[in-house]
């Protein structure tokens, strides 16, 4: 396992590597002068100038590639073009909250679709299979949006039970932090929900006609037994493979959901350092999404060989 | 006469609103939404017109602007002009202090000047400071600044960023990383800033203006979602929002005129103005029969009543009303379709022609861009919308690669800055996103430059926008009319119509 994990480690340096190719020569390409949009709209060219100079954009494309590359290789990930801020001092900044919406979704996703999709498998074209499909459609179909906005209105304008906006980290105040998680972790959490209900019915259908489940049945084991041991413990491995991109998605930030709730996540890092051509911050947030995404799927490997052990992960054998 | 009587008339409601904050109690935590998460706390170096909200606040500048618009003394207490023109005197208050402890002084001022003209420091602030040559400390308390010639807008632009006076000890010790931990002289200081989260400040307590602040500190947080915005205020999560969003204003001044309601909607004159640029230095419109044509079928009156449900007024020209500038007898041309079929049989286009109309993201943009389309289609014309984000939008105007592009201004209190770089040479490649030049408009904007008389001046730009309205490298559309959405628990706000949030009177009831 250990020996598995470090190969998969390893591994990801040159992904990471064509992932920071890939960032630095697609920000080149988009339109837009970073000096302009910080020194304004009448700004003399000598000024613009001395702050392409301050900034590093006077050098050649590689070089400036070489000395932010050679940064992050010695931590430094560089300084926010907008105010001199430390690209990585903020970017950790925000990853309690948008790790902490992520998790909070995906409990809200596996509590909601686990039984949903159980069931709707189990009762197959029946009213409560059809109406749980139904429910999912719906639930996949909401606009992220729409729905934040109406559960504002709900809950924070007209009864008032919850805060509209905002962010408290859980070590300052437990119950402000989950007051201030649960709408948008729901809203998160619908969409997902969906997905997985949708994605666990159907591979529990096709467990459910295998062999071994019949042999289960005819030993006259109990229906819950069958259903939760036999069933849903190898119905459960595509589903894994969808959290985990799902997960890698959501790490990369929730911008509509963080946009709505006012969340100070990686998402509006994200957008915002498009806006405003911030370079090392974009470049900083890209970086750190794709490690996430990463680490994500080698967690997601892990999960696989606790779940099923015929599933061996290559390089960890006897 | 009426100028007297407003003043009295102001001095008597801040006199009453202060009364009445008094009685309200001092401490609380006002909380303010704004639409976007401020860039730079550094007022030499902003660019974003969020930044000036939270720096009203924090920075005092040499002069301010009250709620009709008039130059009041702040940092300078008095001012006075030489008879060439060419040295504007200020005598500085004294025993301010910045928030670290340091004295403000003319030495002071004479720094704040050098950093914004020093070529090696990245300030956005250097145009707007280019005619003041020299600064000569007189004395501590008297600061004389040099002109190269005389310049009339000097003093508005003294009562925005460029008169905002930073702590000299804390600049030179903090450099490019002032914006971090920003010092100025004003009425709260700076306590932290968490990037899209908040900006805090608190009270300072040896603020020169006795008894202000009333609040004990200020949290701003960004919604770039309108909606959100409007919720959060709604909710009482927040208790004032920079911006409030046109299409929603018929409703919300509905909402707060019911009893009971939990917020208040107040409206002042425009301050900003919109339209969309014409690029005269490629086709289409670098034909003016077919700028003449295109402007011809807009049909202002709809465009403010009816899409913007009131929310702004028509507009024929740079000057918003209720600026200095501002020419009531100014009329707007109502919408001629045979005209504008006139025009394009003469362009020898007399089945229309088609361009493509450049807008930025959001709802109001979107609604007014669709406007324009089916207006201008009746004569034939095509207008293709294009949405792209700002900083696109910026670079294709910038060099000029557009057709049209829907741009608006924020504006200032004084009417140089609300054309002279937007027409003129000197603002091609940054604010004229026509590329339009005429040498009778350049003389006629710099020969308002050092006219010092505001009737006189007014005369100047009323015959540049005659030639403007002929021209027509901008279809002026409409002026939005300036809204505070606010909690019922704020008191003693004072609404300047240049839309910045000045919190020093302000208290809060409890909740």
């Known amino acids: ?318 | 006469m009426r100028r007297a009587g407003g003043l009295v008339l102001a001095g008597i409601m801040v006199g009453g609103l202060m009364a009445a904050a008094a009685a309200q109690g001092k401490g609380g935590t006002l909380r303010a939404g704004l639409d976007a998460d401020p860039p730079s706390m550094d007022p030499h170096r902003s660019t974003a017109a969020v930044d000036r909200q939270v720096y009203q606040n924090l920075f005092d500048k040499l002069m301010d602007t009250d709620d009709t618009l008039q130059i009041i003394p702040m940092l300078a207490t008095s001012w006075t002009t030489s008879p060439d023109g060419r040295t504007v005197t200020l005598k500085l208050r004294k025993g301010v202090k910045f928030h670290d402890g340091t004295p403000f002084d003319a030495e002071a001022v004479k720094y704040n000047f050098d950093r914004m003209k020093d070529p090696n420091f990245p300030s956005a602030r250097r145009s707007e400071v280019l005619p003041v040559q020299k600064v000569t400390v007189v004395d501590p308390a008297t600061v004389a600044l040099g002109l190269e010639r005389p310049y009339s807008p000097l003093l508005y632009v003294l009562t925005d960023r460029a008169g905002m006076i930073v702590s000299p000890a804390e600049a030179k010790k903090a450099g490019t990383d002032f914006a971090l931990h920003p010092v100025g002289t004003g009425p709260f200081r700076f306590v932290e800033k968490i990037p899209q989260d908040h900006i805090t400040l608190e009270r300072n307590p040896d603020y020169w203006v006795k008894g202000q602040p009333l609040l004990e500190r200020i949290i701003y947080r960004p919604f770039p979602d309108d909606n959100a915005r409007v919720a959060n205020l709604k909710s009482g999560d927040v208790d004032i929002i920079n911006r409030t969003p046109l299409p929603q204003i018929r409703q919300l001044a509905q909402e707060a005129s019911q009893p009971g309601a939990r917020f208040k909607l107040l409206e002042h004159g425009a301050f900003s103005w919109q339209g969309i640029w014409l690029n005269v230095t490629k086709p289409p419109f670098d034909n003016k029969l077919l700028r003449q044509a295109f402007n011809a079928t807009i049909d202002r009156n709809v465009i403010a009543n009816v899409v913007l449900q009131g929310a702004a007024y028509p507009s024929y020209s740079f000057f918003p009303n209720g600026t200095p500038a501002y020419d009531p007898t100014w009329k707007i041309p109502p919408r001629n379709i045979p005209l504008a079929k006139e025009k394009l049989q003469a362009a020898g286009s007399p089945s229309g022609f088609s361009c493509t109309l450049l807008i930025v993201p959001g709802q109001v943009n979107q609604a007014i861009g669709q406007a324009v389309q089916s207006m201008a289609a009746d004569a034939g014309i095509q207008v293709k919308l294009q949405i792209v984000e700002f900083g696109t939008m910026l670079h294709e105007t910038d060099t000029l690669q557009h057709q049209a592009a829907f741009l608006g201004w924020s504006g200032r209190p004084d009417p140089d800055f609300d054309i002279y770089p937007f027409v003129t040479q000197s603002g091609i490649g940054s604010f004229n996103d026509a590329g339009y030049t005429n040498p009778q408009v350049q003389t006629l904007l710099a020969a308002a430059r050092l006219l010092n008389d505001m009737d006189q001046r007014r005369r100047a730009y009323r015959q540049v926008t005659q030639i403007l309205a002929d021209d027509l490298p901008y279809l002026w559309l409409y002026f939005e009319k300036e809204y505070k959405l606010v909690s019922t628990r704020v008191h003693g706000f004072i609404h300047v119509p240049d839309g910045m949030m000045r919190f020093r009177t302000v208290s809060l009831s409890p909740q």
Not at chain 1, 54 to 61: M, N, S, T
Not at chain 1, 132 to 156: E, K, Q, R, V
Not at chain 1, 160 to 181: C, H, Y
């Open chain 1, 1 to 318: 396992m250990t020996r598995f994990a470090v190969r998969r480690l390893l591994q990801m340096i040159p992904v990471l590597f064509f992932v920071s190719v890939i960032i630095f020569v697609l920000i080149n390409l988009v339109p837009g002068d970073a000096a302009r949009l910080f020194l304004g709209e009448e700004a003399p060219p000598d000024a613009l100038a001395a702050l392409r100079h301050e900034l590093g954009l006077d050098r050649p494309l590689y070089v400036q590639y070489l000395r932010w590359v050679g940064g992050m290789l010695r931590g430094d990930f560089g300084h926010s073009f907008k105010d001199n801020r430390k690209v990585l001092t903020t970017v950790l900044q925000k990853v309690p909250v948008t790790g902490e919406l992520t998790i909070a979704a995906l409990a809200i996703a596996w509590t909601i679709a686990i039984p949903a999709g159980v069931v709707a498998a189990w009762r197959r074209r029946t009213a409560v299979d059809y109406s749980a499909s139904a429910a999912a459609l719906t639930g996949l179909s909401i606009p992220n949006f729409w729905l934040g906005i109406m559960l504002i209105y709900l809950f924070a304008v007209h009864l008032r039970w919850l805060p509209a906006s905002g962010f408290v980290p859980l070590g300052q105040d437990p119950v402000l932090n989950l007051k201030t998680i649960v709408m948008p972790a729901f809203v998160l959490g619908i969409v997902l929900a969906a997905v997985v209900m949708r994605q666990l019915r159907s591979s529990m259908l096709e467990v459910l006609s295998a062999d071994y489940v019949r042999t289960a049945n005819a030993k006259g084991l109990g229906e819950r037994v069958v259903l939760v041991r036999h069933a849903l413990r190898n119905a459960v491995i595509p589903v894994i493979t969808v959290m985990g991109i799902q997960m890698g998605t959501l790490f990369g930030g929730a911008v509509i959901t963080e946009t709505i709730f006012a969340l100070p996540g990686l998402g509006r890092l994200t957008v915002e350092s498009i806006y405003g051509r911030d370079y090392p911050m974009l470049e900083g947030v890209v970086m750190f999404s794709a490690f996430a995404v990463l680490a994500v799927n080698l967690v997601v490997d892990i999960v696989y060989s606790l779940i099923d052990p015929r599933i061996k992960l290559a390089g960890s054998g006897p």
